[in-house]
């Protein structure tokens, strides 16, 4: 079983109009090369589904500042202005969901569960044209999965049947987008034989990954580097 | 007093509530600051919502990496004893109860514990990130705020009038002014932080607040 | 024919459906022989609902671990690639539709794709353990069955009579007889296996079934 | 932070009464050293929510044999004898789960959420009394989550602060179980300090584990051993 593919053979699977998952927490572990390919190749219409909605000149900002991108299903914009300009001028759709509901989504999407319950949002603005239901004295609002027709996630390494892992706080949604798609294209850092994973620290399975990809290059942008002085005790 | 130092107050103070072997997870702007007063031999994991538990320092010049972030997106370290997690179970961790102290910040908050802070009607929406399962979910809600707006109206209203974030979620305020806990009988004023009489208190103060004199002085 | 070589008669048709890069499910018995007829230069992956994704071989004596075992209990090994996760991630799995062929065995079959595989009413239960979660989940299910039960009652039925494991899931269903197809026009006989006629298996059979001659024989 | 406890001092956070959540699938990976305690203390009257019932003389079957269950809540119990005559005799109440809805069950318990649908039983005897509703033009089941006043987990390994890591199969349902209790405590056959796990491949969070015990005997029966021949190809 190999599943290592090329990013031209990935960007044949996404069409005009598609639903896109895409990993990533702001700019980190977003899979940058797939952005990149795709913002090239041009592919429009696109409704994607990502936590964030990247920044001016990286990652999905790349494909809202192409005209390419119709809607977004995300929990925080805030970082990209030209996003906030087309929302204005009414060339972008933006649909907001709690963080912890969109994650929920997603997973439900990925593992066959239709709907759930959450009470997160219930006696807010995300409650409207929900249902709303008691469970032990406690409201809740009903919320549906969410599917892609295809996700990009990006991993730390693969191996070639697709097992994946991740690198710290890169990890966020990624492994979470690999599950809820038809198609699921990884691409990693690097790309090693099967076996050579350890199996107990494998995060996503193979049978959720059906092309693996290494990425040619990882910019991997810093959105507010922080430090703390010598001296101080800092956070 | 400076906006520095009463965001200092107020982190001062929130940091009080902690207990040791508590995890809590910071919001973004006074709430953080929270973490560099955690009292001596109290040992608190801080849990950030984009998957990890056990936040440690900045790092150091020269030492930051990309892949380790906190949900604010700054670049942070992990302590001994952290662990990462995916989004789906990050937000089971906050929806299923597991956090002891969310700490957030504030637009409105009213007597009811209802709580506002993520939109404003007819400006742009940057989205609720993960502040409504924070609140919804943790075991207990501290509001970290000044007490009034930059235009010295009350943030501590009767009740909220904008956009809601949650409804009855928050247990107790924390403001450069007051430390007030929402009961069922009402909004209770629990302490005045030093400088401020009671009576200042309630003037800058929108909604009905129970007082059960005296009134203790926030401990330094 | 021997109950042995109806087994095995059975196992090796089954295992013709599989596809390289396939993931596939096999129950106790019958269906798990299967895995030992699996088609040269095919490599299929074995889910084992306890929480492995790639079953290898039955350990040699010695090597058991009593910390690896498959859905059936029994001592099992690894294979390169494998993975380990916990019950809820093995059923998102199952549930979300990521295996490709479930081959499970049967008490009841219907020609509506109907399955009764778990109780016995007036009989102690033993329980459904993952079969229901897998007819319902996975994209094809495949029932491997003797055609008759000890008594020689046809087990493929115009409607079945024991409490469902599932409404609608069956689509193939293989025997040492035939092979059939549960289709929206009805249940479609595909193949006869070798030493059959049509003719046998329509008696053997209460369901309705489509017969389109000529009825290929199955490859051996 | 030092979670480290004993086994005494587990025994007393479980009272008459109680739900109980306990990993393991069949006696593999069950908190066998907890489940000998509970026997010695002879705690009675108690609803086990665990994959199994164990076997005779081992795992749940020691309580069942004490005569300490009321009620099992599994998805098979067709290994233990003595539970079935228990069940005959009226002395002992199960109810049976598809295996993945006693796992998502739990799952929800842990995660916030009260209910959820799943495909799963539908038109089965599991559908008897249960709501069931249409997505998408087809019909899902409503189940709900289960929550345990304990929970007995048996992992690997855990570092002070109560991270853990299991071994092979005999994860299952442990990390599952230890999200949902009240009150959780791991057995383990090795304790080390915080810091020695890599974070990466931590599988529990310490943020789900009250206590942890160091497990003083470990039997790991074997239910059913299986061999290949060395000439053989074996499964």
New interface residues.
Partial sequence: MNKVGTIEAAMERIQDGATLLMGGFGVCGIPENLVRALQQRGTKNLTIVSNNAGVEGAGIGLLIENGQVRKMISSYIGENKVLEQKVIAGEIEVELNPQGTLAERVRAGGAGIPAFFTPTGVGTPVAEGKETRNFNGRDYLMETAIRGDVAFVKAYKADKHGNLVYRMTARNFNPVMATAADFVVAEVEEIVEAGQLDAEQIVTPSVFVDMVIKGERYDKRIEKRVNRQKSGAGI | MTSASKRELIARRVAREFK??F?VNLGIGIP?LA??YIPEGC?V?????????????????GE?????????????T???????????E??????????DITVIGAMEVDQHG?LANW?IPGK??????????LV??SKRVIIAMQHTGPDGASKILKKCTL?????KVVDTIVTEMAVMKVTPEGLLLLEVQPGFTTQQVLEATDADLIVKEPVPTCPL
């Fill in positions: 040791d072997g995890y953080t973490a560099s040992e994991i801080l849990h950030s919502e984009n998957g990890l538990m056990g936040i440690g320092d900045y790092p150091l010049e930051e990496d990309a892949d380790l972030i906190n949900a604010g997106k700054e670049t942070v992990t302590i001994p004893g952290s662990s990462f997690f995916n989004a789906a990050s937000f089971a961790i906050v929806r299923g109860g597991h956090i209802d939109m742009m929406i940057k989205g609720m990130g993960g502040a409504m399962d919804a979910g956009p809601l974030t949650g409804v």
